[in-house]
């Protein structure tokens, strides 16, 4: 079925072929429901757009550049390296779009209280900021393991107001976080809406929070079109739960000479509960909300999952990426921790620019292939920046703190 | 009266001794607890419960030879009940004929929404057993015809929005939707979520066909197995009528 490859939009349930669906106990089904009928009127509400045009452009600071690398591919000596830079966005990475956009429907719906679940807290933060802009209360769950990781922004979300509740169920991480969030939602769901982070969960979120993300590739294809005067060969993303990634690979699924990467946590080896790549290491299955690739045991247990990067280390993946995944028009492949560490270190010392840890899986696979493609154009989307990972790239760069210290 | 219990916790030889004492204490119902890594509907003791059944080696497979153990002496009704994932993971036919032959009754799935049961149900009902559904207070009519269409034995009410766990007082969102469900259907009704004393039970007798006590049950065991029979009891004793289902 090429024709439904070209647009990729769900069923009326929610379904991206058999992948994405609304899997929940019953009480949510309405509060679903009734996003689902808001999100669709508001889409047809030029006021709507207006206001989320305005505060993408004036508060969040959109259309973020697109980047020619020159240094980075010079140095790589192949492809042409292009940067989308969603890490110059307002809170520092492309988790700001959905959450004006979100926020907006909220209040469209009436709702005061939002609740958030955060991996790496930059979703979290965006939450957090959101809120305070337009008055709401904010409670942010986030795995205890997360909040040890990503101090930082703990600490940002509660100066914005935010109530952080840290989740100490389970592997304490990102999944976690999302169980908990919809545990409080169940319980009280006339007065709040959850603000969830990724392309994930029960229908209407995979296909409503990639929307809100769009604009990354639309603006990323009209940039390059412009620069270059045609398409990119390649297009690269890193995948977690995949929002960043559904967001700039939307518009150019039509384009069929456009490859698709999206970029997986491959962590510290290829064992179950050691990486967080679903494609290779897992099987479609059921959680929290939808159906999806899965990291599971042979009983159907969801297994831990690891990444250095608190953003990727989830055991599930966006439906939508399932489906792109199934049909082949995108590809995934995995990054592990320390190729990606190496990538912030190549990128910052050649461009200036601290990649987020989440960015750096995709920035890795980009200078993985960049020196074999002399000839051809690749776009990187750097979704955030990596102020929120200093500390994790001292406990893993330690020689540069040693050499600080000799010169002192 | 019905009543929960997480199998395999706090071991898989643990449990067909929980149930038969929950049947001498009065229990008409038992609902058989599969454990899952992400409980999303349950509260804090069910997800306990779960981590260390799950730690005891407890998988679906070994839950359904429980129930085969518990059918050698007892005739009490069983209800599977868990979430899609295992059962998904375990397949849909392949869950129906081997729960059949181990004397299960039916199967709750706490995540399957009316819209993605089709092949679940299809395949349970095929084999003869029940498929029961959740209906909650924030189901639109539509919905608690549909949940009324897809529920055979009898239909679960879920007393108030939230997850499963210990409450003071019985929500003021029980009574309504009791009234709203009987419209769409003749199966007899069973509330729980948050019922865990005498005093809830008394106050739901004769408006439901049967009350369901989960999380109290399974903190007992946590606390002391010993006194279950007698806890049982307890609460059974507003109850005048024995609950007819299945």
Redesign the interface.
């Given at each position: 079925m090429p024709s439904q490859i070209m647009t990729s939009q769900p069923d009326a349930g929610g379904h991206f072929g058999t992948y994405g669906g609304r899997y929940v106990p019953e009480v949510l089904m309405s509060p679903l429901e009734e996003l689902e009928h808001t999100y669709a009127e508001a889409k047809q509400d030029p006021s709507f757009h207006a206001e989320l045009d305005y505060l993408l452009k004036n508060y969040a600071g959109r259309p973020t550049p697109l980047y020619y690398a020159k240094h980075l591919s010079d140095h790589l000596g192949g492809a042409k390296l292009y940067i989308k830079r969603e890490d110059l966005l307002h809170t520092g990475a492309h988790k700001i779009n959905n959450c004006l956009g979100q926020a907006l429907l909220a209040r469209r719906m009436g709702k005061k209280r939002i609740i958030a679940e955060t991996g790496a807290g930059q979703h979290g933060v965006a939450t957090a900021t959101v809120c305070a802009l337009f008055g709401m209360d904010c409670t942010v769950y986030m795995g205890e393991e997360d909040m040890r990781r990503q101090r930082l922004n703990v600490f940002r979300m509660r100066l914005l107001g935010a109530k952080v509740v840290p989740v100490t169920n389970g592997s304490r991480t990102l999944k976690d976080a999302i169980s908990e969030a919809m545990r409080d939602w169940v319980t009280n769901v006339s007065d709040t809406h959850y603000l969830l982070g990724s392309a994930l969960g029960a229908h209407p979120y995979p296909a409503m929070v990639r929307d809100f993300h769009r604009v990354i590739g639309l603006e990323a294809r009209e940039q390059i079109l412009q620069i270059e005067g045609r398409l990119p060969d390649a297009v690269f993303a890193c995948v977690g739960g995949g929002s960043n990634a559904i967001g700039i690979f939307h518009p150019f699924i039509a384009d069929s000479t456009v490859k698709l990467i999206g970029i997986e946590a491959g962590g510290r080896g290829t064992q179950l509960g050691e990486h967080a790549a679903r494609f290779s290491g897992g099987s479609p299955g059921v959680l929290q909300g939808t159906r999806s690739y899965l990291l599971q045991d042979d009983d159907g247990q969801i297994a831990l999952t690891h990444s250095v990067s608190a953003g990727l280390d989830y055991a599930s993946v966006g439906p939508e990426h399932a489906w792109l995944h199934e049909r082949g028009r995108a590809e995934y492949v995995s990054c592990s921790d320390a190729n990606a560490v190496a990538a912030a270190v190549t990128l910052s010392r050649t461009e200036g620019i601290i990649p987020a840890l989440e960015s750096s899986h995709a920035v890795a696979e980009a200078i993985r292939l960049a020196p074999d493609r002399p000839n051809e154009i690749f776009i990187v989307n750097l979704s955030g920046r990596g102020d929120k990972d200093i500390d994790i790239y001292r406990e893993n760069l330690q020689e540069l703190d040693h050499e600080a210290g000799e010169t002192a | 009266m019905i009543a929960y219990l997480t199998a395999g916790d706090p071991t898989p030889d643990a449990t067909p001794g929980f149930v038969a004492a929950l049947e001498r204490g009065g229990a008409d119902l038992i609902e058989l607890g599969v454990p899952?890594?992400?409980?999303?509907?349950d509260?804090p003791v069910i997800?306990q419960a779960g981590d260390r059944a799950?730690r005891a080696g407890t998988?679906?497979a070994r839950v359904l030879a429980i129930a085969a153990e518990i059918r050698k002496t007892s005739e009490v009704p069983l209800l599977l009940f868990t979430y899609?994932?295992?059962?998904?993971?375990?397949g849909f036919e392949r869950l129906a004929r081997d729960a059949k032959a181990s004397g299960i009754d039916g199967c709750l799935l706490?995540?399957?929404?009316v819209?993605?049961a089709g092949d679940y149900v299809k395949a349970i009902r095929d084999a003869g057993l029940d498929t029961v559904?959740?209906?909650?207070?924030?189901?639109?009519e539509e919905?608690l015809k549909l949940?009324a269409k897809y529920s055979s034995g009898f239909i679960y009410l879920?007393s108030r929005?939230?997850?499963t766990g210990e409450q003071q007082t019985i929500a003021d969102s029980a009574m309504p939707l009791v009234q709203r469900m009987r419209a769409h259907t003749n199966l007899p009704l069973a509330m729980g979520f948050g019922i865990s004393t005498p005093q809830h039970v008394a106050s739901l007798a004769g408006k439901v066909e049967a009350v369901v006590v989960g999380s109290a049950i399974v903190r007992q065991i946590e606390a002391d197995s010993t006194k279950l029979e007698d806890f049982m009891r307890g609460l059974c004793t507003p109850i005048l009528k024995k609950a007819a289902i299945f």
């Open positions: - | 899952f890594s992400d409980p999303i509907a509260g997800q799950i998988n679906l899609l994932n295992p059962a998904l993971r375990y706490t995540d399957v929404s819209e993605e559904f959740l209906a909650a207070p924030t189901s639109t919905r949940v879920v929005t939230g997850i």
